[in-house]
């Protein structure tokens, strides 16, 4: 298995995880589970989040890992970004999510998880714990990227909030996600970073 591979599948269980996590804490209503087969609907709605959630988790990511590949095989830095900008526009098009700002916090993301990537790349390993503890030697700066990524995050999911209006139940969905992705990365970094691990 390649790094690309293990780097995508790490990232794809990452999200699933946090998809699980945020149904953890939203269980089912008492009512819900009265009604025979309906456990059927919610295995199908946990089924259809999960879908969404990982496409939405890895849309920046998948983008991040095509410019490594690209530029790890000759293309120019202005190039590959001119790509991948056109990518997050093409994107973000079909949705009516058209906003400057939306899109500066995207490429901001993308850039940050380009340069994560091209290190994890360059490290060795068989998985990814063993990659990203190669390529940060020292646990704070690994702790560093993750909350340059958490900023960075934080603003696209801010901008997402601002483009769907005042809705509260969207930023109520986006900030639990946010806080299962920080509980997550929490205890990746532990996990890597453990003494003996």
């Not at 490290?123 to 700066?141: I, K, M, T």
Request: charged share 30%; net charge positive; aromatic share 8%.
């Amino acid at each position: 298995m390649d790094h690309f591979t293990r780097i995508t599948a790490a990232e794809e269980q990452f999200a699933k995880e946090v998809v699980l996590n945020v149904f953890y804490l939203r269980p089912p209503k008492l009512w819900q589970s009265l009604i025979p087969g309906m456990f059927l609907f919610d295995f199908l709605r946990r089924g259809r989040a999960i879908r969404r959630y990982t496409k939405k988790y890895m849309f920046p990511r998948t983008l991040a890992l095509v410019a490594v590949r690209e530029l790890s095989s000759g293309a120019g830095a202005e190039s590959v970004a001119h790509r991948i900008e056109q990518r997050i526009d093409a994107e973000l098009q079909p949705l009516q999510l058209p906003s400057p700002t939306l899109a500066r916090a995207y490429h901001r993301l993308v850039d940050l998880l380009t340069s994560h990537y091209s290190r994890l790349i360059r490290a060795r390993g068989e998985g990814y714990d063993e990659l990203v503890r190669n390529a940060y030697p020292a646990a704070g700066e690994y702790e560093n990227h993750l909350k340059q990524l958490a900023a960075a995050e934080s603003d696209v999911d801010r901008a997402v909030a601002e483009m769907a209006g005042s809705g509260k139940s969207l930023g109520e969905e986006l900030q639990l996600e946010a806080n299962q992705v920080a509980e997550r990365r929490r205890k990746v970094l532990e996990r890597i970073f453990e003494p003996g691990g």
